[in-house]
Nanobody, 116 residues
Framework: QVQLVESGGGLVQPGGSLRLSCKAS????????MSWYRQAPGKERELVAP????????TYSDSMKARFTISRDNAKKMVYLQMNSLKPEDTAVYYC?????????WGQGTQVTVSS
């Protein structure tokens, strides 16, 4: 059974850091592109960062490029999102995504709240 399970979210103060994790199972992880998305209250879901099956990665938004880093470990079937210098506007539910051709899988999301 396909599973994407996010963890590592929580409440942090502005300027703090979090490392999100996504554990994958039930599919050929190494052939899938992975990505992190987020959705804030009242807003559309947006792409945070993608990483290819070959390991090429980036952070999509200019506002996040200097602060967020995506990585993957194919041996462990894990994807990570390191988030530094967090801002209140980063508050959202963060989702792990896997994609290959027409197939897309989503995790259940993990809440990140940045507040003083």
């Amino acid at each position: 059974q396909v599973q994407l399970v996010e963890s590592g979210g929580g409440l942090v103060q502005p300027g703090g850091s979090l490392r999100l994790s996504c554990k994958a199972s039930g599919f050929t992880f190494s052939t899938y592109a992975m990505s992190w998305y987020r959705q804030a209250p009242g807003k559309e879901r947006e792409l945070v960062a993608p990483i290819t099956s070959a390991g090429g990665s980036t952070t999509y938004s200019d506002s996040m490029k200097a602060r967020f880093t995506i990585s993957r470990d194919n041996a462990k079937k894990m994807v990570y999102l390191q988030m530094n210098s967090l801002k209140p506007e980063d508050t959202a539910v963060y989702y792990c995504n896997a994609a290959s051709g027409r197939i897309t899988y989503w995790g259940q999301g993990t809440q990140v709240t940045v507040s003083s």
